[in-house]
């Protein structure tokens, strides 16, 4: 099942991670923007920022517990709430951790905009410091013989010839069982639904670095969410999800190799950073993508922009795409683009 996994890097390997292989799995066109064509786009976000002050909570939690040493709640509420780490450089790791105060000024409506279960940003965050800081001790409270095992594990190790790395936000273990529990968390609104949880690529590439740096048998891994905004934990990956997992990954590298594009384009479009129907859609990414969804969510369009004839059409529809817009010079934007046919 392994037999494309090495020890070693090799020289001429390239780097690649469960985020990149995400992107492709979900859009072609958009890993051939961000990977291929280099528009590196980073927007924030309120999720992705909420989701980076909550990590560094729970990792200082686990790290505690791990030590034995107490647990100041009343300290991470206050940096919870008041954290301010900007990123010293574009390398920077640790940085870019900015707590509530920050937050909600930031993004003053949508921190108090209610999901489809009448749930703001304000109440999930305001439940989560009052009880929901305090699950993971009590989950250990509650279980013995699970013990903490490391937070933040980086792994590293060559598939075929690529370089995959990344981190784990916490490993547990089982004593009884003798078991290790790999457990990612999300700060979503709602469960994850059934079919998303039968392989999930990101517990598959988690799976392949635990057992390759530390040579865990598959059988001995087990995976799962942790969703403290909801307060309950999912089961992720149903039996034979590595081998499952394997043979997708194996099926995602080629079609890279064989510079495979094709866009696909859905609902998810709308929060893109390539689609026009983003309403927060960056300058940089115009007018680079005209497959897009047409969906919106008061508009429930099923349409595309533009339908995929192929790479060999590209230029054309791009070129027709943008002098229907009629705001930039056609021939410099068309003339810039490399098509690598």
């Known amino acids: 099942m392994s037999e494309n996994i090495i020890k070693k890097d090799k020289p001429k390997a390239k ?56 647990i100041p709640y009343q300290e991470l509420v206050d940096f919870f709430q008041s954290a ?32 489809e279960l009448g749930r703001s940003y304000y109440s999930k965050t305001s439940d989560y410091m009052e009880y929901g800081i305090h699950r993971l001790e009590d989950y250990f409270k509650d279980n013995p013989n ?20 990344g981190f784990i936000d916490r490993i547990f273990y089982d004593t009884e069982k003798d078991i290790y529990i790999i457990e990612d968390i999300k700060t979503k609104g709602k469960p994850f ?86 309403p927060d859609q960056p300058e940089e990414g115009k007018n680079l993508c005209p497959y897009y969804s047409l969906w919106t969510p008061d508009k429930k369009n099923k349409g595309v922009e533009n339908k995929w004839e192929g790479m060999d059409q590209h230029a054309k529809i791009l070129q027709k795409f943008l002098q229907k817009n009629g705001k930039i010079q056609v021939k410099k934007i068309v003339d810039d683009f490399d098509f690598d046919f």
């Open 15 to 70: 780097k690649i991670s469960h985020s990149k292989l995400n992107v492709y799995d979900s859009c072609a066109w958009k890993y051939y923007l961000t990977y291929e064509e280099n528009h590196f786009i980073f927007t924030d976000n309120i999720s992705s920022e909420l989701g980076t002050v909550l990590h560094a909570v729970e990792e200082k939690i686990f790290n505690l517990i791990k030590e034995n040493n107490p």
């Open 84 to 115: 301010n780490i900007p990123k010293r450089n574009k390398f920077d790791v640790n940085g870019g951790v900015f707590g509530l105060n920050i937050l909600k000024e930031k993004y003053k409506e949508e921190f108090y905009k209610t999901d």
């Open 146 to 165: 699970i013990k903490p095992f490391e937070a933040e594990k980086y792994f590293s190790f060559t598939y075929r010839d690529y370089i995959l790395s």
């Open 193 to 278: 639904k059934d079919e998303e949880l039968t392989t999930p690529m990101q517990f598959v590439i988690y799976s392949m670095g635990l057992h390759e740096c530390l040579d865990i048998p598959y059988e001995k891994i087990i995976c799962r969410y942790n969703l403290p905004f909801l307060n309950i934990t999912q089961d992720a990956g149903t039996k034979g999800f590595i081998k499952r997992g394997i043979e997708k990954l194996d099926k995602i590298i080629d079609k890279i190799e064989s510079k495979e594009w094709k866009p696909n384009p859905s609902p998810l479009c709308y929060w893109c950073q390539y689609s026009q129907t983003n």
